[in-house]
């Protein structure tokens, strides 16, 4: 298709761009309250890489974690909770709603504490998923030189398709504005934004080739649980047109 001159529908006056169809299979969203049954057969396995201390009554290990996400862990009239620890036999504590801490899972066996500790995960990322971005990684293209022959594009395009619907010069990007797009970011506390601050620091240090370094800080970031892992490598673009930059909303 061509990205300029994409076919056209012509319905009650408006113009539609006909984009390529492509079938994709989804599977029915659970709502909430449902989301805990049948999701956790996964979920049992022991796993070594949780940090589970040994104490005089047992054993416990602690998650840290947005004080928004916790009313996923508490459920429905703390159902969520009460089904955990029924079924690992643990003790979950949950910081009051609005508070920053960690959640405390007990228990006198260790198997019991990390498959409580397994399951509150897979809920905590899970609904992170769902949660809007809030941040975006990037690095800012305000060289001038890459400025000026952005404008030069810009001119180009307009004196060849100006007269195609919709292509004026309010679809362009801001040239301050221009940037090569990382990933994008679900930060829901002050610390999750001073631990990506953090990240960053150790990266630019650590880091010298740019595809490298966008490749190792999008691995990092993953690692952490911040960026949803979509893909291994990250394709640097710089957005240059897009029809959300457009301030008129009744041009089509």
Same mark, same amino acid.
């Given at each position: 298709? /061509?990205?300029?001159?994409?076919?056209?529908?012509?319905?009650? *006056?408006?113009?539609?761009?006909?984009?390529?169809? !492509?079938? !994709?299979?989804?599977?029915? /969203?659970? #709502?909430?309250? $449902?989301?805990?049954?049948?999701?956790?057969?996964?979920?049992?396995?022991?796993?070594?890489?949780?940090? @589970?201390?040994?104490?005089?009554?047992? &054993?416990?290990?602690? +998650?840290?974690?947005?004080?928004?996400?916790?009313?996923? %862990?508490?459920?429905?009239?703390? $159902?969520?909770?009460?089904?955990?620890?029924?079924?690992?036999?643990?003790?979950?504590? %949950?910081?009051?709603?609005?508070? =920053?801490?960690?959640? +405390?899972?007990?228990?006198?066996?260790?198997? *019991? #504490? %990390?498959?409580?500790?397994?399951?509150? =995960? +897979?809920?905590? =990322?899970?609904?992170?998923?769902?949660?809007?971005?809030?941040? &975006?990684?990037?690095?800012?293209?305000?060289?001038?030189?890459?400025?000026?022959?952005?404008?030069?594009?810009?001119?180009?395009?307009?004196?060849?398709?100006?007269?195609?619907?919709?292509?004026?010069?309010?679809? &362009?990007?801001?040239?301050?504005?221009?940037?090569?797009?990382?990933?994008?970011?679900?930060?829901?506390?002050?610390?999750?934004?001073? !631990?990506?601050?953090?990240?960053?620091?150790?990266?630019?240090?650590?880091?010298?080739?740019?595809?490298?370094? #966008? $490749?190792? @800080?999008?691995?990092?970031?993953?690692?952490?649980?911040? %960026?949803?892992? /979509?893909?291994?490598?990250?394709?640097?673009?710089?957005? #240059?047109?897009?029809?959300?930059?457009?301030? =008129?909303?009744? +041009? @089509?």
């Amino acid at each position: 298709m /061509e990205v300029l001159r994409p076919q056209l529908i012509r319905i009650d *006056g408006r113009n539609y761009r006909k984009n390529p169809i !492509q079938e !994709q299979t989804y599977q029915r /969203e659970e #709502v909430e309250e $449902d989301f805990y049954q049948g999701s956790m057969e996964c979920a049992d396995e022991p796993c070594d890489a949780y940090e @589970v201390e040994q104490t005089p009554q047992g &054993f416990r290990s602690t +998650v840290r974690a947005p004080s928004l996400l916790y009313k996923h %862990i508490v459920g429905k009239r703390g $159902d969520t909770r009460k089904k955990i620890e029924m079924e690992t036999k643990t003790s979950i504590s %949950i910081p009051k709603p609005g508070q =920053d801490g960690e959640i +405390v899972i007990t228990g006198q066996h260790r198997n *019991g #504490v %990390i498959s409580a500790r397994t399951r509150i =995960d +897979v809920l905590l =990322d899970t609904f992170r998923r769902k949660q809007p971005f809030t941040h &975006f990684l990037s690095f800012f293209l305000n060289e001038v030189e890459v400025q000026e022959g952005f404008l030069r594009f810009q001119e180009e395009v307009l004196a060849k398709c100006s007269m195609d619907h919709g292509v004026d010069s309010s679809i &362009f990007q801001n040239p301050k504005k221009l940037h090569l797009t990382i990933g994008m970011l679900v930060l829901l506390s002050e610390e999750e934004i001073q !631990q990506t601050c953090e990240m960053l620091q150790q990266c630019k240090e650590e880091f010298i080739k740019l595809q490298e370094l #966008v $490749d190792r @800080v999008l691995e990092r970031f993953q690692a952490s649980g911040l %960026i949803v892992k /979509e893909w291994n490598s990250v394709k640097l673009h710089a957005t #240059v047109m897009n029809t959300l930059f457009r301030k =008129d909303p009744n +041009v @089509v």
